[in-house]
């Protein structure tokens, strides 16, 4: 099972996507009954009544410049690989995001975002805002349970946080991070390695590194957080809360 029992049963019960809906249209209503209503062929459709498109940009791989346009479809459309696995990553599975839809989940502003916050205890005696949005205070405070109970030689790699929610744009982009919605969370940036400090080879390629161990990463896993060491583009100190690709359905192996 990928995400524990505690976490699925806190969420109500999902509706049923139309039979022509995508097969990941399950797996966003099953991360978010309270707020997605159901799922055709077309569109993603709130419980307000909203309907947003699977598709708004022109088909076609992403790229650096195109992720700023990434829609749902494309959100949805690589597999995160849950658990064990053999470095180095291939593609960016979670890194692609329909900004639409996390600012009508979350907020569209710092003050919407802020509004729906609260501080959760951290290992390290940090007190870390995190959105109530989802459960998704209640599956970070799962995870500093976790990982506090793990031996003290695995401490060094989650007990500092360098912070969740900050309202910002990703460094030399267009898009929100993911910390604008008080989503996700650094941890231990001095043990970290992210693939922009990374000195390219004489092919341009920027060496994978990574220090964390599995039972950190996994302890964030079971409570529906993605981690970036499993991107291409990698960024091993940041965990970001992500439900609908850790739904049985849709995760990899």
Known sequence: MILTLSLWAALAAPATPAPDAP???QCLLA?????????????LVWCDG???????????????????????????????PVGPWTPPPVG???????????????????AAVAARTVKVAWPGGQRLRVSTVAGAHRALAQVAAELAALPKRFHRFFDVSAGTFVWRHIKGTQR???HSFALAIDV?????HYWRWAKPDAQGNRPYRNDFPPEVVQAFERRGFIWGGKWAHFDTMHFEYRPELLHPACAGR
């Open 23 to 25: 097969a990941y249209a």
């Open 31 to 43: 991360a978010y009954p309270e707020h997605l209503c159901g799922a055709d062929a077309d569109a």
């Open 188 to 192: 231990a940036v001095k043990h970290a």
């Open 176 to 178: 929100l991070s993911m």
């Open 50 to 80: 909203t309907r947003m498109p699977w598709r708004t940009r022109p088909e076609g791989p992403l790229d650096e410049a195109s992720l700023d346009q990434a829609d749902l479809h494309d959100q949805m459309a690589t597999p995160y």
């Open 92 to 110: 960016d599975p979670g890194r692609a995001r329909s900004q639409a839809f996390f600012e009508k989940l979350y907020g569209a502003s710092a």
